[in-house]
């Protein structure tokens, strides 16, 4: 498996990360995910919509749980042409309890625990160390044909990512 060149730290120890070393302006990957009924969900099925693909570690986690709860609200003002999901390797169970417990009703979750196909495919799957096999935390927006056209992995998974930027990019669509 590729190595991804981004360079990230877990509280300033560096982590690898495996998998394809995307790119803004190429075919956003397709990849199936899991839904929190169980049912697959391929990110294909959301052409004709602009993407935010906000990606997190675990929603079991201070900074998960900002960022979901952030884009949650910023979801309401976005849209019905915007579809935020969030992506992380936590179990389809925990992310729907989470999300009862949070009160997020706008962001769907979606869980890459089985194969770890997102994580592969967008270059974010951490190997080794305490987080093997956990997300990276990152951001993607993807335009209504289905391209990248906005990208940031977080350097530091214990800090927030930057909302704004990734927001401006999506307006820009």
């Not at 056209?149 to 800090?159: L, M, N, S």
Request: hydrophobic share 45%; net charge positive.
């Amino acid at each position: 498996m590729a190595q991804a060149t981004a360079t990230v730290t877990l509280k300033g120890n560096p982590v690898t990360l495996v998998g394809n070393d995307v790119a803004v302006g190429q075919s956003a990957p397709d990849c199936t995910l899991v839904a929190n009924d169980l049912s697959e969900f391929k990110l294909s099925s959301l052409k004709g919509k602009k993407v935010i693909l906000s990606v997190v570690p675990s929603l079991d986690t201070a900074v998960c749980d900002l960022q979901t709860k952030r884009f949650n609200k910023e979801a309401t003002a976005l849209g019905s042409d915007v579809v935020v999901l969030t992506i992380s390797m936590d179990l389809p169970f925990a992310q729907k309890r989470w999300c009862g417990a949070a009160g997020v009703d706008r962001v769907k979750t979606l869980s890459d625990h089985r194969e770890a196909a997102f994580g592969k495919a967008y270059g974010v799957l951490i190997s080794g160390g305490p987080l093997s096999r956990i997300l990276a935390r990152a951001i993607f927006v993807v335009d209504a044909k289905g391209v990248l056209r906005y990208k940031q992995i977080v350097p530091e998974i214990t800090t927030e990512p930057k909302y704004e930027e990734a927001l401006a990019a999506l307006k820009k669509l």
